[in-house]
């Protein structure tokens, strides 16, 4: 083995790709090494929608206008039985495929600087002054953006996330009706689940159901579920499932080498399915932190300075969103908030900035909800 990296990074998604393009716009000579098993471009079950706040995070890292060669998604529809809430956004979102999204976020990290090297990683070991991947590679900090399944979230004996959904996602011609918007059909027969549409922009839309829980949900109840909520979106092709760790209200993380971030530190917004604002913003923070405390001398505060960041900028938030879900999960409050988004835009707004990217549960929306449950 030769000299240590700086920083491996295992998984180039989103989380994976923001590491390495935060580590080097903080340390531009830091030595990178981005691991993926697969080549890119690849596929990913995805609903492909990309917030405006992960755009921000992007262009934070010196990726600004990554995506805006794809159509923006201004509308937002909320479907609950029979009641429905249809609203411009404040801020559009943009559904990309992921083979193009991934693609591009990689290929900016090789341009600033990182390797990529396709490989799949089955060991990780933290040694007293470097840590071992695969005993082909030793790096002083490592970073797991390895996904739902991580490899180095075990090796830091980070437990698996309990909390998990499914979801399979397929694309179909965009109907008619749906063009132009982003449109969720709650399951009015299953808590926490929905159908949904996302308009592409190129004439295909991203359709797919996702529920939470993951018992007895087989890929032929998941399509079932989906045709009968929004009715000819089962007629897609490219199905392709995946789980979804959702996060809590506590966000646990260990100090050291080794650290986490995106869907391998258990961050998907548990109201919603949203993960890659969560992705971009923990990547970009766990590769300032291992910039910071390799260039410092010390490797083995970047968990530590990590996870103080991550608290920072997200602690409130995922607390909010925890309740959020809890809340959501009850009909009569998810009624509720369809009602509240439907008589104010404001409450509509905030529900958006909750769900899409690191907003609270506000007074107003509090206010509207205890409303529409008194006036039903
Ligand atoms: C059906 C579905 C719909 C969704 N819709 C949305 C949506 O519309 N908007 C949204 O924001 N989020 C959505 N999400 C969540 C989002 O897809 C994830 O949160 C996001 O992909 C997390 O990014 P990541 O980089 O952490 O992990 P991933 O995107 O999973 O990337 C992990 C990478 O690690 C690699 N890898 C894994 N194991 C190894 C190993 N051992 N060695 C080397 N490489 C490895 C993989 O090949 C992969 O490239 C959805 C999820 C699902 C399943």
Redesign the pocket.
């Known amino acids: 083995m030769d000299d240590p990296w700086d920083l491996v990074v295992?998984?180039?998604?989103?989380?994976?790709a923001a590491t390495a393009l935060g580590a080097l716009s903080a340390a531009p000579r830091l030595r990178v090494l981005l691991?993926?098993?697969?080549g890119f471009p690849?596929d990913?079950?995805?609903?492909?929608?990309?917030?405006p706040e992960?755009a921000d995070v992007l262009a934070a890292l010196g990726v600004p206008a990554l995506l805006d060669d794809w159509a923006p998604v201004r509308r937002l529809e909320l479907v609950h039985g029979s009641r429905r809430v249809s609203r411009p956004m404040q801020r559009a979102v943009r559904v990309v495929p992921r083979a193009v999204l991934?693609d591009r976020l990689v290929t900016a990290a090789v341009t600033a600087g990182a390797r990529l090297e396709r490989?799949?990683?089955?060991a990780v070991r933290t040694l007293r002054d470097v840590v071992t991947v695969d005993d082909a590679f030793t790096a002083r900090v490592v970073v797991g953006?390895?996904?739902?399944?991580s490899?180095v979230r075990r090796a830091a004996g980070v437990p698996d996330v309990r909390r998990r959904a499914i979801?399979?996602?397929g694309y179909v011609a965009t109907p008619q009706p749906w063009a132009g918007r982003q449109v969720i059909a709650f399951d009015p027969g299953r808590r926490q689940a929905y159908a949904w549409c996302?308009d592409r922009g190129d004439g295909l839309a991203n359709v797919?159901y996702?529920a939470f829980g993951t018992d007895g949900l087989t890929r032929a109840v998941l399509l079932r579920r989906l045709g009968e909520l929004l009715p000819g979106a089962d007629d897609g092709t490219g199905w392709r499932?995946?789980h979804?760790p959702l996060s809590s209200w506590r966000w646990p993380h260990p100090d050291g080498r080794l650290l986490l971030?995106?869907?391998?530190a258990g961050l998907?917004n548990p109201m919603t399915?949203?993960?890659?604002?969560?992705?971009v913003a923990t990547g970009a923070l766990a590769g300032r932190a291992a910039a910071a405390a390799v260039t410092a001398r010390r490797p083995e505060a970047a968990g530590e300075r990590y996870r103080t960041a991550v608290r920072a900028l997200l602690g409130p938030h995922l607390r909010h969103s925890a309740l959020a879900a809890r809340l959501s999960a009850v009909p009569a409050v998810l009624a509720a908030g369809i009602v509240a988004s439907e008589a104010d835009q404001r409450v509509f707004d905030d529900l958006v900035r909750l769900g899409l990217g690191s907003g609270r549960l506000t007074r107003r929306v509090v206010a509207g909800l205890a409303r529409a449950l008194t006036v039903r």
């Open positions: 295992v998984g180039g998604g989103p989380a994976g691991l993926d098993r697969a690849r990913k079950a995805c609903g492909d929608g990309v917030s992960a991934d490989h799949r990683v089955r953006a390895d996904g739902v399944y490899v979801a399979l996602r996302f797919g996702g499932g995946h979804l971030a995106g869907d391998a998907v399915g949203e993960g890659i604002h969560y992705a």
